[in-house]
T-cell receptor
Framework: QQQVKQSPQSLIVQKGGISIINCAYE??????FPWYQQFPGKGPALLIA?????SEKKEGRFTISFNKSAKQFSLHIMDSQPGDSATYFC?????????????FGTGTSLTVIP | ETGVTQSPTHLIKTRGQQVTLRCSSQ?????VSWYQQALGQGPQFIFQ???????GRGNFPPRFSGLQFPNYSSELNVNALELDDSALYLC????????????FGSGTRLTVV
């Protein structure tokens, strides 16, 4: 059973446009929601993360929007650049003081066209 | 500050064989987690090690086992390899009670033929 559902599977955006990736979860025990960026041949790298006590977090061109009641969160990439072309994964975790298992979405392949 | 290093980068094994993958943690990190990433999928949690003991395990059979050493490096062992074990195996290190700071290595690409 997929604990975190991610959409779309792939996304093509023009340079300068806004990329939006959505995730949904069911387990209300999750208390940490990170987004990871992965380039081919590399491991995932933490991009930005949010806790459920805030509705939005912005770091540079990247923003997470979090809707606790709907159990949804999304990543917005403003002014998308060709260098942003990568696969993006949302994730969720709970029980930070024990085995901190991350549940990942299935990924979104983003292509930014120059 | 060194990151997480994994070896080997690529590996080809025959069904039924055994494999050992290695991971060196990022400096200052004391917890190691292993993930399996099948092609086109998100990483799946295998297990985590802290203080040389398993500290959480995902939905993987016992033929997946691990070790953590006093220097916090780690090994993932897989026995009786199956074709479906073909995947990218990722190691992530973190600092206990600050587990949010996962640092992933570049992974080991295992192909089982």
């Amino acid at each position: 059973q997929q604990q975190v559902k991610q959409s779309p599977q792939s996304l093509i955006v023009q340079k300068g446009g806004i990329s939006i990736i959505n995730c949904a979860y069911e387990n209300t025990a999750f208390d940490y929601f990170p987004w990871y960026q992965q380039f081919p041949g590399k491991g995932p790298a933490l991009l930005i993360a949010i806790r459920p006590d805030v509705s939005e977090k912005k770091e540079g061109r990247f923003t997470i929007s979090f809707n606790k009641s709907a159990k949804q969160f999304s990543l917005h990439i403003m002014d998308s650049q060709p260098g942003d072309s990568a696969t993006y994964f949302c994730a969720a975790s709970k029980d930070r003081n024990t085995g901190n298992q991350f549940y990942f979405g299935t990924g979104t392949s983003l292509t930014v066209i120059p | 500050e060194t990151g997480v290093t994994q070896s080997p980068t690529h590996l080809i094994k025959t069904r039924g064989q055994q494999v050992t993958l290695r991971c060196s943690s990022q400096s200052g990190h004391n917890t190691v987690s292993w993930y399996q990433q099948a092609l086109g999928q998100g990483p799946q949690f295998i297990f985590q090690y802290y203080r040389e003991e398993e500290n959480g395990r995902g939905n993987f059979p016992p033929r997946f086992s691990g070790l953590q050493f006093p220097n916090y490096s780690s090994e993932l062992n897989v026995n009786a390899l199956e074709l479906d074990d073909s995947a990218l195996y990722l190691c992530a290190s973190s600092l206990r009670d600050r587990n949010y700071g996962y640092t992933f290595g570049s992974g080991t690409r295992l192909t089982v033929v």
